[in-house]
């Protein structure tokens, strides 16, 4: 079974499907915006990557080690940040875009030792080459459609 | 982390907000409507302090687009605010201001009302306030 976190559709980014429990908020600024949650026996971290303070947001959801979750609960302020964005490097995370504080559409992200913002970039990459991908299939309909009317 | 203390009416809090997306972004509503109240950072930070408290170490340096707005909690209290020590780990300054009612767009405009001017990153570098 993959440790991978399951979002679900239109859920809250920090409760991101109704069979996650929420464990710990490790930091919140008007919603919670790092924190602990379990699914399925896993627990995983997530952080909000960009958009704090916008209605338009990406977050990641790492599965942590016990090593890893013995440190997040034990730093504050400055050392437990930088403590979150060393969870976030060198693992395949699962990567959402949130639209008004619902899950929208996400993606697995495999990271290397790169920093939280270009994972966020790299996931916007990928997020437009999935859109044009579906915009030609949907053409393709489209035509396919066309061409079954005009054979009739 | 440290019990809660009571939030004295002498102190202010800080705002952190933002213009990132081209309007200024200070929140003066409940969005989504389900959280009990909004978020502030005890004492008068700075721009780039306000960040690295919201937005984390991820989020690289302070830009121009960073802003504070500071309220006394004496005049929160006075429009009927409660300010409370709320800290988390990420951010152990943090405090939450609550409105015992609806918070519709009256309750917002007495927010707002509380709060000085923004004082962007830039204008603190050249020795704003605080």
Avoid at chain 1, 6 to 31: G, K, S
Avoid at chain 1, 34 to 47: R, S
Avoid at chain 2, 72 to 86: H, I, N, P, S, Y
Avoid at chain 2, 96 to 101: A, D, E, F, V
Wanted: glycine fraction near 8%; charged fraction near 25%; aromatic fraction near 8%.
């Amino acid at each position: 079974m993959s440790d991978q976190l399951l979002p679900q559709q239109a859920a809250r980014p920090w409760l991101p499907a109704d069979n996650v429990r929420e464990l710990r908020i490790l930091n919140r600024y008007n919603i919670p915006l790092t924190g602990l949650i379990e699914q399925d026996g896993v627990i995983y971290l997530y952080a909000c990557l960009l958009g704090e303070l916008e209605d338009l947001n990406i977050w990641a959801y790492a599965p942590l080690r016990d090593a890893e979750l013995q440190r997040l609960t034990s730093l504050t302020d400055d050392d437990l940040n930088a403590a979150i964005d060393q969870v976030l490097t060198g693992r395949t995370l699962v990567v959402a875009l949130a639209a008004e504080y619902r899950l929208a559409d996400w993606v697995p992200v495999e990271t290397a030792a790169e920093e939280p913002l270009a994972i966020a970039a790299r996931f916007v990459t990928l997020m437009q080459a999935r859109r044009q991908r579906i915009d030609k299939e949907v053409e393709g309909l489209e035509r396919q459609h066309e061409r079954e009317l005009a054979g009739r | 982390m440290s019990q809660p203390r009571e939030i004295g009416a002498d102190e202010y809090v800080s705002q952190y907000g933002s213009r990132l997306t081209g309007e200024p972004v200070f929140w003066d509503h409940l969005k989504p409507a389900d959280i009990d109240g909004l978020s502030a950072i005890i004492g008068q930070v700075t721009p780039a302090e306000g960040r690295r408290r919201v937005r984390g170490p991820r989020s690289g340096p302070p830009t121009r687009d960073d802003g504070i707005r500071y309220a006394l909690v004496a005049d929160l209290e006075k429009e009927g605010f409660r300010v409370t020590d709320t800290g988390w780990p990420g951010n152990t300054k943090h405090v939450s201001i609550s409105y015992p009612g609806e918070w519709d767009d009256t309750v917002a405009g007495k927010f707002n009302k509380c709060f000085g001017a923004p004082l962007w990153h830039e204008e603190a570098k050249q020795g704003g306030p605080p």
